[in-house]
């Protein structure tokens, strides 16, 4: 068996890594939330500093319509969606675990 290629991660469409799905309580915009998260997608075992910093320090968004490129595993998407619940809030990413991460943890938190 081959060694796992170290370059391979979520930079990827398709990562190669082995998903291993965990679940992880994390803080958004005031809310504590449990959201789904797995390897091969950034920052999977926590909220990361810098986005926890941007979630602490952006004003609330204004707008019908919300983009966030580079979602992860979601958690600006999830921010944006509950600070404006009339907005339509797109994620996008080249990796496909993310964003199926990202519609699932939406889907549970009703947004």
């Not at 979520?10 to 390897?39: C, H, M, N, Q, W």
């Not at 595993?73 to 990796?95: C, E, H, R």
Request: proline fraction near 8%; charged fraction near 20%; aromatic fraction near 4%.
């Amino acid at each position: 068996m081959a060694p796992e290629n170290p370059a391979q991660h979520y930079f990827v469409s398709d990562p190669s890594v082995a998903e291993k799905p965990r679940r992880i309580t994390v803080e958004l915009r005031g809310r504590t939330v449990d959201v789904g998260t797995a390897a091969g997608v950034f920052s999977p075992s926590d909220l990361d500093k810098g986005t926890a910093a941007l979630l602490r320090n952006v004003p609330d968004p204004h707008g019908r319509n919300l983009l966030d490129i580079g979602c992860g595993w979601g958690p600006i998407t999830l921010a944006l969606a509950l600070a404006a619940p009339s907005a339509t809030v797109t994620a996008v990413d080249v990796n496909e675990r993310s964003l199926r991460l990202t519609a699932a943890n939406a889907r549970e938190l009703g947004l």
